[in-house]
């Protein structure tokens, strides 16, 4: 089992990455269950692979599980979503000492999450992610949030869990489309600052995505110990160093909100194609060379991620994808920082990008 700290003044917690953590649940997270009753949010895919293990062991160690379970999706994560998570932990009686525990990807992970924040103004929560994206970004970092009408997690807050347990047993169950969305948040901390971790993806990624637990423990320790040196660095993402993060991600949002955020294109699969076009207009603005531009596009596309635009068969054009970017929550007093890169593993904040630009851009490559 790898551990990696997050070491925050007066929040520091661990993120516990091996085999076996949900089936021995009750004793990873004994210092944190100190009623008999546990409340576990999850959704009904997760519910059907991991309530019995979870469970078990909780019972096994005299608790009494008792869950919530959501429609699996983005749509949980909504005013809805909230409203059914806090009253549920209120008729559950959960105190502010109380923990809840999250079983989920990123989307039971963030509405617990939230929940628990506003709940009696702040519960614990343990996340037990069960993505790899889960397990490699949202569950560490303390971001939670729903969506509204208006757009994707804009109401949420800054809220740490207490522990981290991420089962790499869990990707098993996983479906594979799942797992490669995921494997573009690990090659992302490659491609943003450890040229020597973008070389393992290229030569890992093949038995990581084959589930080879030993290259599946390196690479989620590996992401989980480069996000939580930004965290650490830049909790609230304040000085520039946490939105690195986002590489990939101002791209990918706009593709996103062009697909409806839905099924058509996985987040994952956003930023993927997001991280490409961000290293290809890195080349355009001179900063990267092209050959390292397509090195990264070449690991998108060897992980069967999509790697360029005219596959996703949009029927925009360039401004169009350019205007979803002005909804971007990183909007900043009307200017748009993008990440681009100045090398493999050299991500930086470029404030100076003009969207004409990058519409344009964006029309060579959809041609
Ligand atoms: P998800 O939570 O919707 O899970 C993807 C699908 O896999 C769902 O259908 C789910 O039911 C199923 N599933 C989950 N675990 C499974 C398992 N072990 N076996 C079988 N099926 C399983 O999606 P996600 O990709 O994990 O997370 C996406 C969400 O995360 C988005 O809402 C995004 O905004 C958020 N996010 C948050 C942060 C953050 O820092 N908080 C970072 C990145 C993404
Ligand atoms: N997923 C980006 C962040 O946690 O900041």
Known sequence: MAVIPVALAGRSYEVRIGSGLLADVASECAPFLRKQRVPIVTDRNVEAKWRAVVEASLIAAGKEPCWLVHEPGEGAKSWDGLARTVEWLLAE???RGDHVLALGGGV????????????KRGCGFVQ????????????VGGKTAINTPAGKNLVGSFHQPSLVLADLDALATLPTREMRAGYAEVLKYGVLGD?????????????LLSGDKSAQEEAVARSVAAKARIVAEDERETTGVRALLNLGHTFGHALEAETGFSDRLLHG?????????????SARRELISSDDAERVAQQVAAA???????????????????????????MDAGTLPFVLLKGIGQAFLAKDVELADVAQFLDDQLA
């Open 93 to 95: 009686e959960v105190e």
């Open 108 to 119: 039971i992970g963030d509405l617990t999450g939230f929940a628990c924040a506003v709940l």
């Open 128 to 139: 037990l992610p069960t993505t790899l994206l889960a397990q490699v970004d949202s569950s």
């Open 195 to 207: 040229a020597a971790f973008f070389d393992w993806c290229a030569a890992n990624a093949p038995a």
């Open 269 to 281: 699969e956003a930023v993927a194609l997001g991280m490409v076009l961000a290293a290809r207009y």
């Open 304 to 330: 069967e991620l999509p790697a360029n635009l005219p596959a996703l068969g949009l029927t925009c054009n360039g401004q169009r994808l350019a205007d979803h970017m002005l909804h971007d929550k990183k």
